[in-house]
């Protein structure tokens, strides 16, 4: 069995992991370190919880501890609350090495980051949107950034989606070409666009990309103590079918995530079920940094039962036992449905994954189907029930819902960025 001594990681690293319990490596990390301590780029692909960010960040604080300097490395990852995540996994690791990590997100001051940015510390933890922001409009103070030896794409296969694409492409031209630095991918999903950056030709002097997938995270297991369930909802009827199950004697004190596809309807449902006196938090890109922080903060407290999410919870977050995972929208993606019920039945616990299946959604929940091998069972909610017990209650708590938000003026952070983001593109086309 191997040790983080016998994969070439330095004693006072090994000691810091040691400190952090962690005392054998997984199998990416068992897979991954030795090759990137080699230089080599590298495609890692393991499930979540599985210790991707020790199997990047390990070598790299390796490597920058023979030879300290800023910017090091820069890792790039989708959401504010990965970013942070990651940060905080740096920050343990370096914690008696003086090892600076800063954070560049939305939702702060951008002259703080700014700053932040001239200071050169060692390691860059970023948004794309952000970082490309920054980038754009201060070319001269984002110069260290062509020092950078490490970079990391945290969730490639998000990553490398047309959402990005832009973002993506101001952060690259910013820091040294792909031949003069090391660049790391790592996902719980190897998606084709990420598995064919492996055969892209390799720089003179530079080694073929390394390929971890050992953990065959392409190969979908869904756990035995999963159950997948849906229920037929009616759209006029969806919000009081999801009151009438969370309510339920069943689910009444179970923790759950409900997933939107949309930050409007997540806001909707979080304060609808609070009317309703179910306790009830929310993460979605329309709320301020200081709120989703608190957020996940209340869910991990469980201060609230209930944690009303769009895609922003569906991955790599350290969320603890989940025992209901609900679907309010069925995603587009098979993939993504995936990450969302992975969320419960973990670690060989038991739990329930319950779709709220639309006519408009027939197609989608067959494509889910199809990806993870198996059928869903129907979960039969009895229409009266729902009639008598959620829908006049869950009516009157939603028109309430909707005049709240229109009154603090739900979406105007969302028109101003647009805005804003439309200013800069037609500035670079001039």
């Known amino acids: 069995m191997s040790t983080f001594a016998s994969l070439g990681l330095p004693k006072w690293l090994v000691e810091n992991l040691e400190a952090m319990r962690i005392t ?6 068992a897979g991954c370190i030795p090759e990137i301590l080699k230089g080599r780029d590298c495609i890692g692909g393991a499930k979540t919880g599985s210790g991707k960010t020790i199997a990047f960040g390990a070598p790299m604080l390796a490597n920058w501890s023979k030879d300290p300097s800023g910017i090091y490395g820069v890792v790039l990852t989708p959401t504010r609350e990965l970013a942070m995540q990651i940060a905080d996994q740096f920050a343990a690791l370096g914690a008696t090495v003086n090892l600076k990590v800063r954070l560049v997100i939305g939702g702060q001051s951008m002259t703080d980051q700014v700053a932040v940015i001239k200071e050169n510390p060692h390691f860059l933890i970023a948004t794309p949107g952000r970082l490309a922001h920054i980038i754009m409009e201060n070319p001269d103070e984002t110069r260290g950034l062509k020092r950078v030896k490490y970079l990391v794409l945290d969730e490639a296969d998000r990553l490398l989606t047309d959402s990005f694409t832009d973002h993506l492409q101001t952060c690259f031209e910013a820091l040294p070409d792909s031949s003069k630095r090391q660049t790391l991918l790592f996902t719980a999903t190897v998606t084709d666009s990420v598995r064919s950056l ?7 002097g530079k080694q073929p990309v390394f390929l971890h997938e050992l953990d065959q995270v392409d190969a979908v297991k869904i756990p035995s103590t999963l159950r997948l369930l849906y229920c037929l909802a009616p759209v006029v009827v969806k919000e009081s079918m999801l009151h009438n199950i969370l309510t339920s004697d069943e689910y009444k004190e179970s923790t759950a995530i409900v997933f939107a596809n949309r930050s409007e309807t997540a806001e909707i449902l979080r304060r609808t079920l609070r009317h309703l006196e179910v306790t009830t938090t929310s993460l979605h890109s329309e ?4 709120e989703r922080t608190n957020s996940l903060h209340r869910f991990r407290a469980g201060a609230a039962r209930v944690l009303i999410a769009t895609d922003l919870a569906s991955r790599g977050l350290d969320i603890p036992s989940v ?3 609900i679907n309010f929208d069925i995603p587009r993606d098979p993939d993504d449905y995936v990450h969302r019920v992975g969320r419960t039945a973990r670690a060989g616990r038991k739990g329930d994954a319950i779709s709220m299946v639309t006519p408009n959604d027939l197609s989608r929940v067959l494509a889910i189907e199809e990806r993870v091998g198996l059928k869903m069972e129907e979960l039969a909610i009895s229409d009266n029930k729902v009639i008598s017990q959620s829908l006049k209650a869950v009516s009157k708590a939603k028109i309430e819902a909707r005049m709240e938000m229109e009154k603090d003026g739900f979406g105007e952070r969302k028109r101003r960025r647009k805005e804003r983001d439309n200013a800069r ?4 086309d001039i």
């Open 425 to 428: 593109k037609r500035y670079k």
């Open 24 to 29: 054998t490596p997984t199998n990416i990390q």
């Open 323 to 325: 025992e209901l995972v």
């Open 198 to 204: 492996k055969d892209k030709p390799v720089a003179k």
């Open 287 to 290: 709320m301020p940094q200081s």
